[in-house]
């Protein structure tokens, strides 16, 4: 299941969470969030994108994961919205936030979310920005299921 993933990757930040007041809350709609996917390198995916979430958010920290069914090109696959309730993205970082060496971290090497991206495109699937005008910053992931 995908959500273990999730969950594993925020225990896997307690480090950086454990001392802030910081909630990750998972939802889904779908009952089955099985995705043929390599377990360490989604942990990643996910570890990356909540330790940006953690670094531009003040506490409270809120970060919520949504787990929906899709379809690709008509082939079943899941949904992950991530979204957190820090200051979202500006116009660049939106356009440049996959981009290799872009960060706004001044301790970052802004390879993070562009690994994320290569990790999530060889699996077949897809990943970008949720719609601007909404609080904080999300970010959907689609993974075809594959055969189970």
């Known amino acids: 299941m995908t959500w273990l993933f999730l969950a594993e990757a925020w225990k896997s930040l ?9 909630s990750l809350c998972q939802t889904a709609t779908v009952q089955d969030a099985c995705c043929l996917v390599d377990p360490l ?7 990356n994108i909540l330790e940006n979430s953690l670094a531009a958010c003040s506490d409270p920290v809120g970060i919520e ?12 696959a899941i949904q992950v919205a991530i979204r ?6 500006s116009d660049e970082q939106r356009e440049n936030i996959f981009q290799p060496f872009y960060t706004t971290k001044s301790q ?5 979310m562009a690994i994320t991206r290569r990790i ?5 699937g897809q990943i970008a920005v949720g719609p601007p005008g909404m609080p904080g910053t999300e970010i959907l992931i689609t993974l075809p299921r594959g055969e189970r």
């Open 14 to 22: 307690a480090h950086l969470h454990g001392d802030r007041e910081a």
């Open 41 to 47: 390198q989604l942990e990643q995916v996910f570890r």
């Open 84 to 89: 957190d309730n820090g200051p979202g993205l």
């Open 120 to 124: 999530i495109e060889a699996h077949g």
């Open 65 to 76: 994961a949504h787990f929906t069914a899709t379809a690709v090109e008509s082939e079943e």
């Open 108 to 112: 970052g090497s802004g390879l993070g």
